[in-house]
């Protein structure tokens, strides 16, 4: 396997991006031991890259760049809105020399019909991330779709839904981009969507069932890294647990209960046990 650890914004600040806060989370990935960070981008795109980027090689870090589309951006509703946001992300994630766009791309986090997603819907979605695939690939970024729970979206909650996508559209620099929280919710096991997805998927959100530390909740984490090596996985491992030590980050991501531990124990913490399930497998 060919594998880059990595944080997520989200492990250290809130959603909501600036300067200050981003250019702490990339400080502490780093001095935790990442590879990588996966820079969440803001919605208004108000993101200096050229001083991320600075920051970046000065702390000896790889990036990843997400977008979750917002209510407005909703791809059934709003379809050129969206794609106007998404190619926008792109040209952001290309300014900081990453090649890596991933993240809930498919639709509006929040936004419900009442019913499942129609196939008229299905197609919008799909002419959608098309047409992204082909502005990314003039840029030389992958394209990762990260499927979500049924309490957050209609439109795309399993591997399956994302590879459907995928072979519609027929554009090589789609991936997959899964998340155990997701997965722990929605897929039958951790095996099946990994060995199903093969070499489609190229970055994982490592979370917890609750968040919190990994090892500590519900996640069969030998079943995930089994399939892991069985497909020898060649992309990002990113840690996304949350601690309410972060002022707001209960608020933000709607975290009640109190956490165990700070962020950094949560960081480091995961981090080892990542390398030990590597290392077993």
């Not at 559209?169 to 899964?178: D, G, K, S, Y």
Request: with cysteine; glycine share 6%.
């Amino acid at each position: 396997m060919k594998i880059k650890f990595g944080a997520s914004l989200l492990s250290w600040i809130t959603p909501n991006w600036t300067p200050e806060f981003g250019y702490y989370a990339i400080q502490k990935t780093a001095q935790s031991g990442f590879d990588l960070i996966e820079i969440l981008l803001p919605n208004n795109m108000d993101f200096d890259t050229k001083t991320v980027k600075k920051q970046l090689q000065e702390n000896g870090l790889d990036v990843a760049c997400s977008l979750n589309l917002p209510k407005e951006a909703h791809i059934p509703f709003y379809p050129k809105e969206a794609l106007a946001l998404i190619c926008k992300a792109l040209e952001k994630t290309a300014a900081v020399e990453s090649v890596f766009l991933g993240g809930v791309l498919h639709s509006g986090i929040g936004v419900f019909t009442g019913n499942p997603a129609t196939t008229q819907e299905k197609e919008i979605v799909t002419n959608v991330l098309g047409e992204a695939a082909i502005y990314a690939n003039k840029l030389g970024i992958t394209i990762g779709i990260e499927p979500i729970n049924r309490y957050e979206s209609y439109v795309c909650n399993t591997a399956k839904n994302v590879l459907e996508i995928i072979q519609n559209t027929n554009a090589a620099n789609l991936a997959v981009h899964l998340d155990t929280f997701h997965m722990n919710i929605e897929e039958n096991n951790f095996h099946d969507p990994i060995i199903a997805s093969n070499k489609k998927l190229k970055h994982l959100h490592i979370t917890e069932s609750h968040r919190g530390m990994l090892g500590e909740g519900t996640v069969n984490w030998d079943e995930l890294f089994k399939a892991l090596n069985q497909i020898d996985y060649e992309g990002n491992l990113v840690l996304e647990n949350f601690s309410s030590s972060i002022v707001g980050m209960q608020q933000a991501v709607s975290l009640w209960q109190k956490s165990p531990h700070d962020a950094e124990e949560l960081a480091i913490g995961s981090l080892n046990f990542m390398k030990q399930k590597i290392a077993e497998y």
